[in-house]
């Protein structure tokens, strides 16, 4: 599984951790997937150089409403911060401050964006020779990839596409574009040589599996939100949106 900085396994009877590997990213929402003997992770996270992260000052200036120099849950909350509170809270203590926001750049500062192909058997510490290989183009932030048919899939914000041989890491094609621009958070599926993809303001996309450019066999547009990965059962596709419930069958 993976985590802040680094990908863990896990003994499945114990729990005990059986190995690890740093370079990865600072924090990760994406899933590792199997094939071909191998274990694919692809994530992406902004660094402290993307200026993703406001500073400290510029968030204290709307929420910090009693000028103490820290900002509490109570006044996270009404800034509408809540949800973000727990995370920012980089030393525990409850409230939020400049220490804070240091040790979140600090460790956004280690992490690296990668897909990695991670052989078998590893244990402990794993070092490069227990990598297949690498790419650093075409990075999902939330999406994890697809194996399919001797490949791997990623679909990143802006619609862009890549695919990778599975056992050589070598591109096939990188970070083309499926005429589905916005963020993307639902993780592509594969069946019957066909790939779905969906964005968050609801545009799934159907694209041929193979070949050396992402080839666009449908688009279809939902009108609002899909967050959700399409789930896949039998001979039946189902797609949630923010209201309702769809499946498709063949």
């Not at 078998?120 to 227990?130: A, F, M, V, Y």
């Not at 075409?138 to 990839?145: A, D, R």
């Not at 790939?195 to 080839?215: C, H, L």
């Amino acid at each position: 599984m993976s985590g802040s900085l680094k990908l863990k396994g896990y003994d499945l009877k114990t729990g005990a951790e059986r190995w690890s590997l740093a370079g990865m990213p600072s924090f990760t929402c994406s899933t590792p997937v199997i094939g071909d003997g191998l274990l694919f992770f692809a994530g992406w996270a902004p660094s402290a150089s993307d200026g993703g992260m406001p500073s400290f000052a510029d968030m204290a200036k709307g929420a910090d409403k009693d000028h103490d120099g820290a900002i509490s849950f109570d006044e996270a909350k009404a800034a509408g911060m809540d949800s973000f509170f727990k995370p920012l809270d980089s030393n525990g203590d409850g409230k939020l401050t400049a220490e804070d926001f240091d040790i979140m750049k600090a460790a956004m500062a280690k992490g690296k964006n990668v897909l990695v192909a991670v052989k078998p058997g590893g244990k402990g510490e794993l070092t490069e020779s227990q990598v297949a290989w690498k790419q650093t183009r075409g990075l999902p932030y939330v999406p994890s990839p697809l194996y399919y048919r001797g490949r791997v899939y990623l679909i990143r914000d802006g619609g862009l596409m890549s695919s990778f041989d599975a056992r050589t890491g070598q591109p096939h094609f990188q970070q083309e574009r499926i005429d589905a621009i916005g963020s993307y958070y639902a993780s592509p599926v594969a069946a019957d040589g066909h790939i779905y993809v969906a964005s968050v303001n609801g545009r799934v996309t159907v694209v041929a599996a193979g070949g050396e450019m992402p080839k666009i066999l449908h688009h279809a547009d939902f009108g609002e939100r899909i967050s959700a990965t399409p789930a896949l059962a039998g001979k039946t596709l189902y797609l949630r949106t923010a209201s309702a419930l769809f499946a498709f069958g063949k």
